[in-house]
């Protein structure tokens, strides 16, 4: 079953523009993650934020955290062609240590 | 060093047939990870193992799936009497004990034909 849903399903945006992708999930969780896959198949690690951060940056990219609203969201700034992608959010529950996935954004990055 | 290696990349099978897929992850990783994934979907999760058991069996969707890691590294995902909505890419993660950051192989596409 899918833990997280991500908002927008799809965005299109010009080069140098910031993109923002957010994600909600329904249970507790001990750390959230968001990940990029190219039109192949594997998924890359892009960053983690534990339950009790709230904000993270690497590189172009800030992840903040709600744990009261259980949402999440994912800013790229000064987006890059090559930034087009398919961008999952996942979540492993304090449940269970296991990592679940949301459907996804795909993101297209206009030259 | 290695990523995590699945085979085969692709497999094509007839309805009915039983299909194999196999993950190697990344030496020393721990928990290693199935999951299936359809077109324009995010990935369905279906087992999780630490070391040789699994912890979380949940998303297997039917009896006919099953998956083992007898020695704690290399799995094997096995599939009976395939059916075509069992086509998908089939994707394992692994990922170091004290770490959830997963890395993942680039998956196994099987076509049920």
């Known amino acids: 079953s899918q833990q997280g849903e991500e908002d927008p399903q799809a965005l299109s945006i010009q080069e140098g523009e910031n993109a923002t992708m957010n994600c909600s999930y329904k249970?507790?969780?001990?750390?959230l993650q968001w990940y990029r896959q190219n039109s192949g198949r594997g998924l890359v690690h892009l960053i983690l934020i534990r339950s009790n951060e709230r904000e993270k940056h690497s590189g172009r990219l800030r992840v903040t955290l709600d744990t009261s609203k259980k949402s999440s969201s994912l800013l790229i700034t000064a987006s890059r062609a090559a930034d087009t992608a398919s961008y999952f959010c996942a979540t492993d529950s304090q449940r269970n240590n296991d990592m679940r996935f949301g459907a996804g954004t795909r993101l297209t990055v206009k030259p | 060093g290695a990523g995590v290696s699945q085979t085969p990349s692709n497999k094509v099978t007839e309805k009915g047939k039983y299909v194999e897929l196999r993950c190697d992850p990344i030496?020393?990783?721990?928990?290693l990870y199935w999951y299936r994934q359809s077109l324009g979907q995010g990935p369905e999760f279906l087992i999780y193992?630490?070391?040789?058991?699994?912890?979380?069996d949940s998303g297997l969707p039917n009896d006919r799936f099953f998956a083992v890691r007898p020695e704690g590294s290399v799995s094997t995902l096995k599939i009976q009497r395939t059916e075509r909505g069992d086509s998908a890419v089939y994707l394992c993660?692994?990922?170091?004990?004290?770490?959830?950051?997963?890395?993942f192989g680039q998956g196994t596409r099987l076509t049920v034909v």
């Open positions: 993660a692994s990922s170091p004990q004290d770490s959830f950051e997963a890395f």
């Open positions: 030496s020393g990783h721990t928990a």
């Open positions: 193992f630490q070391g040789t058991g699994a912890a979380d």
């Open positions: 249970t507790s969780i001990n750390n």
